[in-house]
């Protein structure tokens, strides 16, 4: 599938925050703004359980990275340093904001 990318990535912590940082190599077509579902898949965890978790977000901006923040709730599961399988569907890419009027 053109618009889909599989990668492993560890749960990161930015602030009070559990983030997924986005591979610089996919920063093109993983800019921020962009719709994507994505399916984690939990490979290696403190209670070494698998679990998948199916979300969809906007893909969000820290500084000069693309990140994916994880969804408060699955805070508890998706802990920092927990290593995770990704599967990211583009939904929608980024559109540039035009000036519009409305009347």
Request: hydrophobic content about 40%; proline content about 5%.
């Amino acid at each position: 599938m053109e618009n889909q990318f599989v990668i492993t990535k560890k749960i990161a912590k930015h602030g009070s925050q559990s983030v997924i940082v986005i591979p610089r190599v996919l920063e093109n077509d993983l800019k921020p703004s962009t719709i994507a579902k994505i399916t984690i898949d939990v490979l290696k965890a403190e209670n070494a359980e698998q679990k998948q978790f199916i979300i969809t977000k906007k893909i969000a901006k820290h500084s000069p990275q693309a990140v994916i923040i994880v969804p408060r709730i699955l805070e508890n599961e998706l802990r920092p340093s927990t290593i995770v399988k990704l599967t990211i569907d583009i939904l929608k890419k980024e559109v540039e904001e035009v000036g519009t009027l409305r009347t």
